[in-house]
Structure formats: C-alpha cells, structure tokens
C-alpha cells in the first residue's frame, strides 16, 4: 500500500532562516507531487507541483521554492523565512495529473515563523 | 485563487442528526471532490463526482452536482461525533486539469 511521510511535523525557525521540508512517497511509481499551504482556519493554497523529476510548476510567486530530486522525494525550500510563510504545510500525491483523480495527503507540517 | 466556497463555513449539531454542506464555484468544471481535515491532519478524501454525473453515495455520504447552477452539496446522515471535523470541496477546472482548486471548508461539530 501507498504511503506518504512529511517531515518534521512542527517546526519554529527565526525571520530570515532557511527553510526545509520533505515528502517522500512509498509504496507507487511516478506519482504527481504538490505542496499546499493551509492558512489558519481557511482553505489550501498549491503552492507547487511536479509531473516528475526536476520538473516543478509554480503557482504562487513568493519566496519559496520546490524541487524533486528523485521520483518519490519532493522538498518545499526557502532561503530567508518571512513572517507571512507560517503556516502549515501539506504534501499530496496522485497517480493521475492535476484534478483528474483522488489525492492523498501527508500529515502536514506546521511552520511557526517568529 | 480559490475557487470554491462553501457554506456554511461553520456547522453545528447533535448526534444523529443530518448535516448539508454546500460548495459553490465559478467556472466550469471536469469534476469535484469533497475532502474532510480533523484538526492539525491531513486531508483524506471522501467521494469524487464528475460534471456528467448528479449524485452519488458512498456510505452515509451522499453528494450531489448541479453544474448549471454551480454547486454541489454533500449530506451526512446519521451523524456521529467523530464526523466532527472541516469538510472541503475541490473543483477541476475544464480548462485546466493541472490541479485541484479548494474551497475555504465548513467547519462541523457533532455534539454527542
């Protein structure tokens, strides 16, 4: 069975440190990679997601950035945290692209910057 | 942008009572899902409706979609505390099938 791990799952970093988080898929091949950002109390925004391997889209222009260094890893970076990046944070993957099939997401990491 | 919004956003009511949830959107869509989130998780989704279909069920779940109106909604019968959590819906746009767009999620307490 699929499984999907996002680690760590509470962090507190300072304005202006460096930021990251990674997702790691088990159990299927090539699956479709997002990042969400879920604001308290309200909806998820995608931030990023990827089709494969070094191949990431961006949907919020923001300081944060995406990579996938191997078909089942996806890491959301930042290089200086600003204050408005708190949040928590929730990777998904889907077998299918987009919205065209059930996704599946991880635990979530809540980001705490001060 | 979020392209959902449900209503209402918050929802509170007994045990074994009913609970609707409605979703609006704007454009028009490929399908909908409906999602649920307890608190500080994540989501985990609950039935998936394409724009040709009008209803479906899946347990005590029953979602329906009306495209000409833009709007779903998703009842749960017999509620139970542990249904306490956010439900969310989630629009595929037809003219881009890249991504799921959420809405802003009801917020449902179940007392016991």
């Known amino acids: 069975s699929q499984t999907i791990h996002q680690w760590p799952a509470t962090l507190v970093q300072p304005v202006g440190s460096p930021l990251s988080l990674e997702c790691t898929v088990e159990?299927?091949?090539?699956?479709?990679l997002y990042w969400y950002r879920q604001a308290a109390g309200r909806g998820l925004q995608l931030l990023f997601y990827?089709?494969?391997?070094?191949?990431i889209s961006s949907e919020v222009p923001q300081n944060l950035s995406a990579s996938r260094p191997q078909d089942r890893q996806f890491i959301l970076s930042s290089k200086k945290l600003l204050l408005s990046d708190s949040g928590f944070y929730l990777c998904?993957?889907?077998?299918?692209?987009?919205?065209?099939?059930?996704?599946?997401f991880g635990p979530g990491t809540r980001l705490t910057v001060l | 942008s979020q392209q959902g919004e449900e209503d209402p956003q918050a929802l509170s009511i007994q045990e074994g009572e009913n609970a609707t949830m409605n979703c609006s959107y704007k454009?028009?869509?490929?399908?909908l899902q409906w999602y649920r989130q307890n608190s500080g998780r994540g989501l985990v989704h609950l039935i998936l409706?394409?724009?040709?279909?009008r209803e479906k069920h899946s347990g005590r779940l029953r979602v329906t979609l009306d495209t000409s109106k833009k709007s779903s909604s998703l009842l749960i019968t017999a509620s139970r505390a542990a249904d306490t959590a956010s439900y969310f819906c989630?629009?595929?746009?037809?003219?881009?099938?890249?991504?799921?767009?959420f809405g802003t999620g009801t917020r449902l307490q179940v007392f016991p």
């Open positions: 998904a993957w889907s077998s299918l692209a987009g919205g065209w099939d059930t996704q599946y």
């Open positions: 159990g299927t091949s090539n699956p479709n």
């Open positions: 990827s089709v494969g391997i070094g191949q």
């Open positions: 454009t028009s869509i490929n399908n």
């Open positions: 409706i394409r724009s040709n279909e």
């Open positions: 989630a629009t595929t746009r037809s003219d881009n099938t890249d991504k799921l767009i």
